[in-house]
């Protein structure tokens, strides 16, 4: 069975992208080495949704996922960038099916951020390897939506300090109810708070 695995950039303040959908911030960052090889060594395939696979050409750099089997995600039709892309238009849970019962690799949802949260939300996602960079774009996309349920707590299995201060999160995710802490006393509280 596959692992379903987010390997995605952020601003700061959550952003994975600029107000127009751009990915020139993280030029700074390019030389940071995030373990990238490694990662997409054991990939067996990527899934992304239409804007990330429209978005590919303009980053001037090939085509970055040689021999690996490519799903976009969308509701209609169009003409792929690649020969092995294909497009998935049977929905979100028979994707969800579809990916567990691949055997060639992990499969990384490699955005955008709308795609990244319904993942979430379907409680499809495993791991997320979230890369901070210390800079705050204000606007933009957000994989994780206040408004989309499904993920109820993420265990920390490492945290790595890379170059310029971006900083690598490597979460595993856990789609079981977290029990809810008991309420401080009043006491307690107000000698924290120095009332």
């Known amino acids: 069975m596959a692992v379903i695995r987010g390997y995605i950039a952020a601003s700061l303040d959550g952003c994975v992208a600029d107000a127009n959908g751009g990915l020139g911030w993280l030029a700074p960052y390019a030389a940071a080495d995030a373990g990238y090889r490694d990662f997409i060594d054991r ?34 039709r169009g003409a792929s960038v690649h020969p092995r892309t294909r497009f998935w238009t049977d929905g979100l849970p028979a994707l ?29 996602l495993d791991r997320l390897e979230l ?7 204000g606007e933009g996309p957000r994989p994780f939506p206040a408004s989309a349920p499904g993920l109820k ?3 920390l299995n490492r945290v790595e300090t890379l170059e310029r201060g971006m ?9 079981r109810p977290v029990r809810k802490p008991p309420a401080w006393p009043r006491p307690a509280l107000a000698a924290i708070s120095g009332a």
């Open 43 to 76: 990939v067996g395939t990527v899934v992304m949704g239409r804007r990330t696979h429209d978005q590919i050409p303009s980053l001037g750099i090939g085509w970055p996922y040689a021999g690996k089997r490519v799903l976009v995600v969308t509701s209609g």
């Open 153 to 155: 707590a993420m265990t």
């Open 96 to 124: 969800v099916d579809h990916l567990r019962g691949l055997d060639d690799g992990d499969v990384w949802v490699a955005g955008g951020a709308t795609l990244l949260a319904a993942m979430i939300q379907a409680r499809a």
């Open 167 to 175: 900083v690598r999160l490597d979460y595993g995710l856990d789609y």
């Open 131 to 137: 890369f901070v960079a210390p800079l705050l774009l």
